[in-house]
């Protein structure tokens, strides 16, 4: 067994890509050799990651040559539609951060919190979910294990920190957006990524369609509203879930209590719940507000935040990275 690993973080200078570097940091991960990855604008800058001065190498059709085992893509999609099958092409297993490979059925699309089995299926591509897919799964797996999930509505609340850069500058200047197709500042904007014909957006799709993949459940009723709103960092999700199988609501909370990565917030004695300021900074999915919904015969409501920079795109990576090696 290899006692060293050679790592490739593609997209190194970018919100997520510096979210990995931290993680990396974080996590002691010693014994890997790096080399950043950026486009030729920021090629040549230097970034300091475990102790040291990195120079940031430009991407380019070559760059795979060196032997990498493993690498980390946060470039985008157009990047990783080019360039991870080349990497593919020289055995290094990616674990790529963009949508690009999320439904191919030769794909695994892994949280490791909930089918962590799948990370070794891989064929050179593991996918990332979406952020807001994410912390979704995380809070759902256990209650699908126990009680069978039947129907599941979304309605997400999206900090501007997962739109990139633009997107906080956007709430940061308040007027003349550049990335969102309205002022952030005092709004919520119900329009994540575009629209397709049916009126949903490309991502409440995702959430749609990953849920399903993650779960294993191709024909899971879903629906799903994702909304923009002006918070820099943490999303922030009402989930409404309906039951094949009775339960109590007790027991629903110590089950979500002793499941991996969560942490329960919920005293509403206390007004204790999930809040986009505490969940800052850390991996953990938060969940709250656990209630039952009597409008149904078997259903609850959840409200679950979590860091979309960190466990709904860079730590997730990393715990992925891992299990690897």
């Known amino acids: 067994m290899k006692t060293k690993y050679n790592v490739a973080i593609v997209g190194s200078t970018g919100l997520v890509g510096r979210t990995v570097l931290k993680v990396l940091e974080e996590r002691n991960f010693k014994n890997c050799t790096y ?21 940031i190498q430009e991407l380019t059709e070559c760059s795979f040559d060196y032997g990498f085992d493993y690498a980390i893509f946060c470039a985008g999609g157009a990047v990783s539609e080019k360039f991870v099958p080349i990497a593919v092409a020289h055995d290094c297993v990616v674990i790529d951060n963009s949508s690009v490979f999320r439904m191919n059925k030769n794909v695994p699309l892994v949280v490791p919190e909930v089918n962590p089995e799948m990370i070794f299926e891989n064929k050179g591509v593991i996918a990332n979910p979406n952020c807001s897919t994410i912390q979704a799964v995380v809070a ?22 997962g739109a990139g850069k633009a997107g906080i500058e956007d709430l940061e200047s308040g007027i ?25 957006t490309k991502e409440e799709y995702k959430m749609i369609n990953e ?11 879903i629906t799903a509203t994702t909304v923009r709103v002006p918070v820099l960092n943490c999303h922030s999700e009402s989930i409404n879930v309906e039951f094949e199988n009775s339960f109590d609501i007790y027991d629903v909370k110590i089950l979500l209590q002793n499941s991996p990565g969560i942490t329960v917030v919920d005293d509403i004695e206390r007004n204790y719940y999930p809040l986009a300021t505490k ?3 850390y991996d953990d999915v938060f969940v709250g507000r656990i209630r039952r919904d009597f409008s149904v015969r078997s259903g609850i409501n959840l409200w679950v935040v979590a860091d979309n920079l960190r466990k ?3 730590s997730n990576a990393v715990q992925i990275l891992e299990k690897l090696i």
């Open 312 to 314: 709904g795109a860079a």
């Open 279 to 281: 969940a800052n900074g």
């Open 140 to 161: 759902l797996k256990p209650l699908n294990d126990r009680y069978k999930i039947k129907r599941i509505v979304y309605s997400t609340y999206q900090a501007v920190s």
């Open 35 to 55: 080399t950043l990855f950026s486009s030729r604008k920021s090629a040549g800058s230097k970034l300091r990651f475990l102790g040291q001065n990195y120079i």
């Open 176 to 200: 003349s957006p550049k990335k969102f197709p309205y002022p952030i500042l005092n709004n919520c904007i119900p329009h994540i990524d575009d629209f397709v014909q049916d009126g949903y």
């Open 211 to 221: 849920t399903r993949k993650i779960l294993n459940r191709p024909s899971l009723p």
